[in-house]
């Protein structure tokens, strides 16, 4: 209930106040009795008989006839300022109320309602001042002291407000009024469970308010998951005793989507608005519910109607901003986020999210701005840290960025998005192991987080765990099966596994999807090339370069296709083209060697060959190409020195072993040959189980 609501209710409450309310001293300063007194008394009593049934156009009509006929009975211009106040003409009750107390000074009930209005117009040292004269005259007068502490807590006055209703409940312990504000301050300053015993203690003494339970249910829902289930069973009972109370409807509706339970939410909203049609809040917690599903149109009308009723209530600007960025129309999320800070200064996630869609649309500086602007009113926001340190990272300062994901994770150990932004760092930086914790840590705490299992993936591919990579990747097709880039992650790491039939499929797929997909095309040719279908791997590697001809590793795997189908001046060309595109290619050199042994041209052959390894000293294709030249020419000794070099440094490769095999054949040592060619065959039989496994 609204400050004015609050007042206008005690109106009835006070009115019999007013009833022959004339002191002695107050008679003194009256006329003498008349017929024209009497008549101006049944018109005065007329006046609080309409006032007490609301009708405060027609009390205004009788009090003025009152006063008409007795100008100097201070009783009777308060009476008509209530009536005007209750009218909403506060400009006329306070003169009235000026009026009284010039005839009157000692009027306390005058300087009550002088306090009621100024507490009104939100004038709160005013309106204390009024209530404090007010006691001074009259130090027992229950109501000034109620409305003097509904002043101080309207004015932030926390402490004051609690000494008044404290005062009061000394007096009255059974004032339910003053038991229900009590735990609004309470609830303001987070003595939940001080709240909830004074409105357990209200219920006691009127144990069918469904106002009440509505609050009692609101303030268990402040205390977070542990509060929710009696959250609950008091929204239960006020429905039980108001089915029609759209309040307690629309926060019972709040309480099921914090439990994740959108149906009840959704019937217990459109309920609410059915009864009440303009309740803004109600809209607002569908587009809620809306947002939360992903139906961001449906929620951003929800939102506009909500704005409609209630054009000053920051969270509707607040979440439409959340729809409108979940949409990427960041100019509307922006405008928003702006809207909700003009009505709100302090509201630190609007400052969060439009720094975040400002860096969302490259406004780097403006949103490292609304960063700074939120941690200054909330230096524990963990939240803004984690994104922060996602904007460093944009601007290339690696140490603040690392620093702002620790600073995060130190201040609120279940953020998931600095564990996952963090990790994302960690693997940029090669540290894979803790970048694999991280993410592990990211899913744990949001289990349906798939962006982190695919950056795990990642993780596990650089440290050579495929098959853990492939794990990792079906959860993100169970998850997110529209993901077309875990397709063809998978489908790489199914290449590595050896499984090529299952690594073209996944890619196929993702090349169904999204014909433009580069990395796809690739990966399917080298999929195809390691099946020794090298026509379909150059055409997949002819279709990348088609999208994006400057890509070296392209021409340099078309290359080895055409080397393996005899197309040597073909492979040569493509070589040459990836090595003006990346002059430090060792696997361009080593292979456009190859080309050029294949086609006699030795002296080219050794330079290439000689280039590779001059690049990398540990790069067994380059050693092995230098051997099958060597080959070439007839030197099988020296060929078999440089398979033996390949050897030393990856032992695993069979063609390693079958083009030594084949030299030492031709030496004649034929023990050594079959040595060669069984550690090939062996190697070949472990590739086809894995593949198959």
Not at 54 to 74: L, Q
Not at 163 to 176: A, S, T
Not at 262 to 285: E, M, T
Not at 652 to 657: L, N, V
Request: a positive charge.
């Amino acid at each position: 209930m609204d400050l004015r609501n609050k007042v206008l209710h005690c109106i009835s409450l006070l009115v019999p106040l007013f009833l022959f309310a004339c002191t002695p001293e107050m008679s003194s300063r009256l006329q003498s009795p008349s017929e024209l007194g009497v008549q101006a008394e049944i018109f005065y009593q007329k006046g609080i008989r309409a006032l007490e049934r609301k009708e405060a156009d027609t009390a205004v009509m009788y009090f003025n006839k009152a006063v008409s006929m007795n100008p100097r009975n201070p009783a009777y211009i308060l009476s008509r300022a209530m009536a005007l106040y209750a009218s909403k003409d506060t400009g006329h009750a306070l003169e009235d109320i000026q009026e009284a107390l010039a005839i009157y000074p000692e009027f306390a009930q005058a300087r009550l309602w002088q306090g009621i209005i100024r507490l009104d117009q939100k004038q709160y040292d005013l309106a204390i001042e009024s209530l404090t004269k007010a006691l001074k005259i009259d130090a027992d007068m229950v109501q000034a002291v109620f409305f003097r502490a509904l002043a101080f807590s309207a004015g932030g006055s926390l402490d004051a407000a609690l000494y008044d209703f404290n005062r009061i409940l000394e007096m009255n312990p059974d004032h339910v009024k003053a038991l229900i504000n009590r735990a609004e301050v309470f609830r303001r300053q987070k003595k939940y469970e001080r709240a909830i015993l004074d409105l357990s203690n209200a219920l006691k003494i009127t144990p069918n308010n469904a106002d009440i339970y509505n609050d009692r249910g609101f303030t268990w829902e402040l205390l977070g998951p542990r509060g929710l289930d009696n959250a609950l069973k008091d929204y239960d009972a006020a429905l039980a005793i108001d089915s029609n109370h759209f309040i307690a409807l629309n926060n019972r509706a709040k309480t099921w989507i914090q439990k994740g339970q959108y149906a009840f939410a959704l019937k217990d909203l459109n309920k609410a608005i059915a009864v009440n049609p303009s309740y803004a809040k109600a809209y607002l917690n569908r587009g809620k519910i809306w947002k939360l599903k992903g139906k961001h149109d449906r929620a951003i009308a929800d939102f506009n109607k909500a704005e409609k009723l209630m054009p000053e209530l920051e969270n509707i600007y607040f979440y439409r901003g959340c729809s409108y960025l979940s949409q990427k129309k960041f100019d509307r999320a922006i405008q928003d986020y702006s809207r909700a800070i003009e009505l709100s200064p302090e509201f630190d996630a609007a400052y969060e999210l439009r720094g975040y869609a400002r860096q969302k649309k490259g406004d780097f500086d403006r949103a490292m701005d609304d960063y700074r602007a939120a941690l200054e009113i909330d230096p524990l926001a963990s939240g803004v840290y984690s994104k922060r340190g996602s904007l460093w990272a944009v601007k290339g300062d690696r140490d603040k960025e690392l620093s702002d994901y620790n600073r995060a994770i130190e201040l609120d150990y279940k953020n998931a998005e600095a564990f996952f932004w963090r990790g994302k760092l960690r693997n940029s930086r090669g540290e894979y192991g803790r970048a694999i914790e991280d993410f592990t840590r990211a899913v744990t705490i949001s289990p349906r987080k798939y962006l982190a299992y695919y950056n795990r993936s990642i993780s596990w591919r650089c440290k050579g765990d495929n098959a853990r990579a492939v794990e990792d990747l079906n959860k993100v097709l169970e998850l997110a099966p529209r993901f077309i880039t875990a397709y063809n992650e998978r489908g790489l790491n199914l290449y590595y596994l050896g499984k090529y039939d299952a690594a073209i499929r996944d890619l196929t797929h993702a090349l169904k999807k999204n014909s433009g997909y580069k990395a796809a095309w690739h990966n399917r040719g080298l999929a195809f090339q390691k099946k020794n279908n090298h026509h379909r791997a150059i055409e997949d590697f002819t279709k990348v370069l088609e999208l994006d001809p400057k890509l070296a590793q392209s021409y340099k795997d078309r290359g080895v296709s055409w080397n393996m189908t005899g197309k040597y001046v073909r492979a040569v060309n493509d070589l040459t083209k990836a090595l003006e595109l990346n002059p430090r290619h060792v696997s361009a050199y080593s292979n456009r060697g190859l080309a050029w042994g294949c086609q006699g041209d030795y002296e080219r052959a050794m330079a290439d060959c000689d280039h590779a390894i001059e690049l990398n000293r540990r790069d067994p294709e380059a050693y092995c190409n230098k051997g099958i030249v060597f080959a070439l020419m007839k030197q099988y000794d020296k060929a078999i020195e440089y398979f033996d070099q390949a050897l030393a440094i990856n032992s695993t490769y069979a063609g390693t072993y079958i083009q030594e095999g084949g030299a030492w054949f031709r030496e004649g040592f034929n023990d050594n040959t079959v040595r060669s060619w069984m550690k090939a065959h062996n190697l070949d039989v472990c590739e086809e189980k894995r593949a198959g496994s």
